[in-house]
């Protein structure tokens, strides 16, 4: 079955440095994501992304974080200059063709900043 | 803001027994609505979806949704230890964009020998 591939899976990175977390969405999805979960709280929307351009991101994504596709398979989510309240399980997601096509979730990249 | 609420529990069941989970949102207009198992430290894996009212059966669950009431639930029936995990319920709102979840704190389920 396909699936969703996220790298690296554990990421630790000093404070004010740029870290870059990878997906390889699902390939005949059209509609790609990232959420994040901070330990032993909710899962949060950061961004949706449809067509080369980003459809709709929260509030948490500030201009600290940059979302691109460079090429036809991966994803990727920067942060420009982390904090320490930074430091949660980030989730790529995926979906297919239709607005409300149910999300499948990478592995998840654990991003602890120090 | 859009809300949705769990029980956080923990819920805990006997083998064999069947386990249901709840929750409700506040957004009357959410369409779409999820239910996600997430393991400790694991990612969130997709059980079911259900877009209209009434009941969804899939093997041995079954989401259940109530639009007037802004209710839906989730029956495992002939529960297994191997279930035992959080239960996250999402809602998604109408609009484009792709499914933007809302997610609750999820229901942890413990499935008892």
């Known amino acids: 079955e396909p699936e969703v591939t996220q790298t690296p899976s554990h990421q630790v990175t000093q404070m004010g440095q740029e870290v870059i977390l990878r997906c390889v969405p699902i390939s005949n999805h059209l509609y790609f994501y990232w959420y994040r979960q901070i330990l032993g709280q909710k899962v949060e929307f950061l961004v949706s992304?449809?067509?080369?351009?980003?459809?709709?991101k929260s509030e948490i994504f500030d201009d600290q974080f940059s979302v691109e596709r460079p090429d036809g398979s991966n994803f990727t989510l920067k942060i420009r200059s982390t904090k320490l309240e930074d430091s949660a399980m980030y989730f790529c997601?995926?979906?297919?063709?239709?607005?409300?096509?149910?999300?499948?979730f990478g592995n998840g990249t654990r991003l602890t900043v120090t | 803001q859009k809300e949705v609420e769990q029980n956080s529990g923990p819920l805990s069941v006997p083998e064999g027994a069947i386990a249901s989970l709840n929750c409700t949102y506040s957004d009357r207009g959410s369409q779409s609505f999820f239910w996600y198992r997430q393991y400790s430290g694991k990612s969130p894996e997709l059980i079911m979806f259900i877009y209209s009212n009434g009941d969804k059966e899939d093997g041995r669950f079954t989401a259940q949704l109530n639009k007037a009431s802004q209710y839906v639930s989730l029956l495992i029936r002939d529960s297994q230890p191997s279930d035992s995990a959080t239960y996250l319920c999402a809602v998604n709102g109408p609009g484009g964009g792709g499914n933007k979840l809302t997610f609750g704190t999820g229901t942890q389920l413990k499935v008892e020998l």
């Open positions: 997601a995926s979906s297919g063709s239709t607005y409300n096509s149910p999300l499948h």
């Open positions: 992304f449809y067509n080369n351009e980003i459809s709709e």
